[in-house]
């Protein structure tokens, strides 16, 4: 299990599996600030085929700069988008 | 309730000892014929909930009373955790610490769920969508609105918030930080906005007449009253 502090730096992993995936595609390969953790939660990935969930998976609120999601991005430059990510989607830089 | 001043027969549509005459027949409109055609998913959904019942599992009753509950909760709870929140920074502060604990002292529980209060600064505007379905804090404002769970606002939230935000007639300034958050797993959000200024010395009761559905989604901002 990977812990992540407050103001690490985290590439979303870049994967599409099948199945019941809380990461949105539109996140997946982008970098963000993890901000902070929240908890730890069955994994909704297994639970959603009629598993238990466990091991239960750490996530994290990650913050990313909206102009680097978007590379037409209209908006301030200090505009943000906050996600809860579960830990095993997260990859330290 | 008012003081009866008057004689005359009318409906008041509550309980008074006076003959209402004629007008327990006056006309109604005439019932509309039920043509609504079930989807895939809710003639599943009404064949689940019959076999429930025959099979004993849960009464029809306890499904209207889960329908009442539900309904019960409004955006009017909403604004009172946010007055309340306006009018005492203890409570704020406990709030913002841990919001499913804070909304216990409403007698309001979240489930399975967690609520994250986020607060409206001068620096920062907080504004909540779910692009992968229709996560809410429903436990705190009710059913969602309709033009939250559609893919419009869904997919142009997260990626053109400002302009989202004008067509909901809410203008922010550049310095503003805009934060988008997109709730994809156990969290629910609830925005807490800032009071309006000239409103400090109102009462939380007269607040929360101030404080919309939209504006703890993030979409408006708080009435000046």
Redesign the interface.
Known sequence: MSEFAPGTRIRVREDFPVGHIRTPVYIRGHQGVVTRKLGTFPNPETLAIGRDGLPKKGLYEVRFRQADLWPDYQGSANDTLDMDIYEHWLIKV | MQEHTHDHDHDHGHDHDHDHGADETAPHAPPQPDEKIHSYYQVLGLALKELLVEKGVITPDEIRKAIEFRDSITPATGAKIVARAWTDPAYKARLLADGSEAIREFGLDMGGT?L?VVENTPQTHNVIVC??CSCYPRNVLGLPPSWYKQREYRARV??????VLAEFGTQLP??????????????RYLVLPMQPKGTEGKSAEQLEALISRDSMIGVALPSAG
Request: glycine share 4%; no cysteine; proline share 4%.
């Open positions: 967690h994250v692009t992968l997260v990626r053109e918030p400002r302009a550049g310095n503003v930080e805009v934060r988008v958050h997109d709730s994809t797993a156990d969290m």
